[in-house]
């Protein structure tokens, strides 16, 4: 009993380990196999349900499965399976060949001349995108050498007058704001500087000792007046310049203008994971 066990237990462990080795180098030789007793449709179906289910094949048993495919779907004439099969068997591999010994001269021109055709729309999609990347870059220049040009335009008007640079440039709350402060404290300054010379001249030349010290009160507030103009008037004009200089410090780094590679566009492929070539 104990022996007739162990059979029955050996057996049903030889039956699951065949069941569950069927890897992915069996592959091949079904399909192989179904090739050469000329069930091209079995091959297309059975390559298409492999393709959809299984989900760790390998480089190598990814080209297999597609170089079945192709070249059944080529001999039932289904052109466009066969080209879409092919094409991805390119993606997976630039460089794949067939082999004129067990490949049709006809299907091995028809697959050189899709090779050809596929190899010319990568190099032309490459110089699209090449170009793109090329109008992008005098687009960003042109942009920036722009708004370079405006900057150094608004500069030396800010250097006259504080606030006319952020006029310019459109920043009117600001701009107004500096050049009316500035404006009114120069112009205050100014009248300040010459009145205070008149009652200077007035509180020197006065006689009367009763109206001496009233001159001098005069004089001396008209001078604290000056003096807090002109103070005035170099904070509004300095503090203007620091301003704009740290506001718009972005139009000066214009000329770091933005780099792009091509390297580093993507490109549409199909995407199927796996690693090592195969030629046929």
């Given amino acids: 009993m104990f022996k007739k066990f162990s059979v029955?237990?050996?057996?049903?462990?030889?039956?699951s380990t065949l069941a569950f080795s069927q890897t992915s180098s069996s592959f091949e030789t079904v399909l192989k196999q179904k090739f050469e007793n000329f069930?091209?449709?079995?091959?297309?179906?059975l390559a298409d349900s492999i393709l959809k289910n299984e989900k760790k094949?390998?480089?190598?048993?990814?080209?297999?499965i597609l170089y079945y495919k192709a070249i059944s779907s080529f001999t039932i004439w289904d052109i466009k399976t066969s080209e879409q099969s092919f094409r991805m068997i390119l993606t997976l591999d630039k460089n794949f060949t067939l082999d004129s010994i067990n490949v049709s001269p006809k299907i091995i021109s028809y697959f050189n001349d899709l090779k050809s055709k596929f190899v010319n729309e990568n190099r032309t999609?490459?110089?699209?995108?090449s170009l793109n990347i090329d109008s992008l870059l005098s687009l960003e220049?042109?942009?920036?050498?722009?708004?370079?040009?405006?900057?150094?335009?608004?500069?030396?008007?800010n250097l006259i007058l504080p606030g006319w640079g952020d006029?310019?440039?459109?920043?009117?709350?600001?701009?107004?704001?500096?050049?009316?402060?500035?404006?009114?404290?120069?112009?205050?300054?100014?009248y300040y500087i010459f009145d205070t010379?008149?009652?200077?001249?007035?509180?020197?030349?006065?006689?009367?000792?009763?109206?001496?010290?009233?001159?001098?009160?005069?004089?001396?507030?008209s001078y604290k007046l000056k003096n807090i103009f002109i103070a005035l008037t170099l904070f509004v004009y300095i503090y203007s310049q620091v301003d704009f200089l740290i506001s718009k410090n972005y139009y000066i780094q214009s000329n770091h203008y933005p780099t792009l590679s091509s390297s580093e566009d993507s490109y549409s492929t199909i995407k199927v994971s796996f690693s090592l070539p195969i030629k046929f």
């Fill in 39 to 45: 069930d091209y449709n079995s091959v297309i179906n």
């Fill in 125 to 129: 999609e490459k110089q699209n995108n």
């Fill in 141 to 157: 220049r042109r942009k920036y050498s722009s708004e370079f040009a405006s900057y150094r335009q608004a500069l030396w008007r």
């Fill in 167 to 190: 006029i310019y440039l459109n920043n009117n709350f600001k701009g107004y704001l500096f050049s009316g402060t500035f404006t009114l404290s120069f112009i205050s300054s100014v």
């Fill in 197 to 221: 010379k008149k009652k200077e001249n007035d509180y020197l030349n006065e006689i009367n000792p009763d109206l001496i010290l009233e001159k001098y009160s005069k004089y001396n507030s």
């Fill in 57 to 64: 094949l390998s480089h190598e048993d990814s080209l297999v």
């Fill in 8 to 15: 029955i237990i050996f057996l049903v462990f030889e039956f």
